[in-house]
C-alpha cells in the first residue's frame, strides 16, 4: 500500500516562497508518475502541476513560471517549489501517485494548506 505525506504548508504572504514536499513509501515510487494538485473551499480539486517518471512535467496556465515540481527518486520525494505567489493559489495542496502511467492517480496524501495572505 502507497502512502503520500505532504509537508511543508504553512502561512506566506503575496509574492512569497514555499517548498512543499511529498513524501512516498509502500511502492516503487520511481515508476510513478506524480502530481501535485489543490483545492480551495467552494472549488473543485485542480491539476496544478505533473512529473512524470521521465521527468517531463507540466503545468497550468496560472502558475507557469511561477511554480516548480521536481521528484528525487533516492529520497521517494516530489516536491513543489511555489513562487512569487499570489491569494490565489491558496488551498490544500496534495500529491497524488499515477501507478500506471495513464494520470489516474490511486493514491493520495491527506494534503498541506498554503495560504497566502495580503
Known amino acids: 500500500q502507497v502512502q503520500l505525506v505532504e509537508s511543508g504548508g504553512g502561512l506566506v504572504q503575496v509574492g512569497g516562497s514555499l517548498t512543499i514536499s511529498c513524501a512516498a513509501s509502500g511502492g516503487s515510487f520511481s515508476s510513478y508518475g506524480m502530481g501535485w494538485f489543490r483545492q480551495s473551499p467552494g472549488e473543485l480539486r485542480e491539476v496544478v502541476a505533473d512529473i512524470s517518471t521521465s521527468y517531463n512535467t507540466f503545468y497550468r496556465d496560472s502558475v507557469k513560471g511561477r511554480f516548480t515540481i521536481s521528484r528525487d527518486n533516492a529520497k521517494n520525494t516530489v516536491y513543489l517549489q511555489l513562487n512569487s505567489l499570489k491569494l490565489e493559489d491558496s488551498g490544500v495542496y496534495y500529491c497524488?501517485?499515477?501507478?500506471?502511467?495513464?494520470?489516474?492517480?490511486?493514491?493520495w496524501g491527506q494534503g498541506t494548506q498554503v495560504t497566502v495572505s495580503s
Open positions: 497524488a501517485a499515477d501507478p500506471l502511467g495513464g494520470y489516474e492517480y490511486q493514491y
